[in-house]
């Protein structure tokens, strides 16, 4: 069931819209998050993973939710106007 959901989730379903972005790492997504890293003084992971959510909401500004727990990732990604999960 959890799997089914996911899928539907990740893939989209024959009413609902994917509600997730896949994108490649690339060498320009790993020069933003090498600027994070010095900006914000993350580490490489979640520099990379605020990278991704900056280059998908560039190319569809509907996606401003970000989600995750570590404290210093949500400080990044709440001072570039992203809708915190959770809240």
Known sequence: MLAAQFATDYLG???????FAALA???ELLEL???LVAADDLRAF????L???LAVRSVDPVGTAFACYDRSLR???ARR????VPS
């Open 46 to 49: 979640p520099a990379v993973q």
């Open 75 to 77: 400080a990044a990604a």
């Open 51 to 53: 990278a991704s959510a």
């Open 25 to 27: 790492v690339d060498a």
């Open 13 to 19: 379903g024959p009413s609902t819209a994917p509600r």
């Open 81 to 84: 106007s992203f809708d915190l």
């Open 33 to 35: 998050a090498s600027t």
